[in-house]
């Protein structure tokens, strides 16, 4: 049976995969069904959800999963620079004594998903490998605490990308991440960093002209 905690992170992977879109109604009794547990534990855990910023409650019609503003938007993407080239330049100290193979085996493996994706016909795959690489980098650094808030910052661009039909090709993507990888190889974590800056800004500037 899934905790409530479960049932939170299905939904914010759902929105990382592009499964659920901007303004899509979340049903109690779907979502208990679906997870074969109570209503109540369904509610707590959208009552969790909506702490974090991914539903809210509209009077008299249910839960439904937000459609982020012009300038949620840009919050979001301006709070993943911050947090993603901050940890990209910290990355040399974190590594120190480490074997850093263990870190770009990782990556790799990561990025050969990606392409497997990109020439499958699993749309929701590839938009969740996508958006996970930043979470897997993260983790790959000794970042957990960061890696659960790029889970959710990464989850609400996404949601963004989506409102505002982003025309960021998926093929650019993995590109971005497979130059951020060798930067790592190479030990050039500042290129990296800016890599990443320029990854995120290239992403953000792809949304569509209302954004």
């Known amino acids: 049976m899934a905790t409530q905690t479960e049932i939170a992170q299905r939904v914010v992977e759902a929105i990382l995969a592009q499964k659920l879109a901007p303004g899509e109604r979340l049903g109690e009794q779907a979502l208990a069904d679906l997870f074969g547990v109570s209503r109540t534990l369904v509610r707590e855990a ?33 709070a993943r620079r911050a947090v993603e080239a901050g940890l990209l330049g910290q990355a040399e100290g974190r590594l120190e004594g480490k074997p850093l193979q263990g870190v770009l ?32 980098l993260a983790e790959c650094l ?11 910052l990464t989850a609400r661009t996404t949601l963004v990308a989506t409102l505002y039909q982003s025309t960021h090709e998926a093929r650019a993507s993995c590109a971005d991440h497979a130059r951020i990888v060798a930067a790592i ?27």
Request: glycine share 6%.
């Open 46 to 78: 959208l009552m969790q959800l909506q702490a974090r910023g991914f539903v809210e409650v509209r009077t008299r019609k249910g839960w439904y999963v937000v459609e982020p503003s012009i300038e949620q938007a840009r919050d979001a993407f301006a």
């Open 105 to 136: 085996k990782r990556l790799r493996q990561h990025i050969r998903e990606e392409q497997a994706a990109i020439e499958g016909a699993d749309a929701a795959t590839r938009a969740f490998l996508l958006a996970d690489f930043h979470v897997c």
């Open 142 to 152: 000794g970042h957990r605490l960061l890696a659960d808030m790029l889970r959710d």
């Open 185 to 211: 190889e190479r030990g050039a974590f500042d290129h990296a960093a800016a890599l990443m800056l320029e990854h995120i800004g290239n992403v953000e500037d792809a949304l569509g002209h209302s954004a």
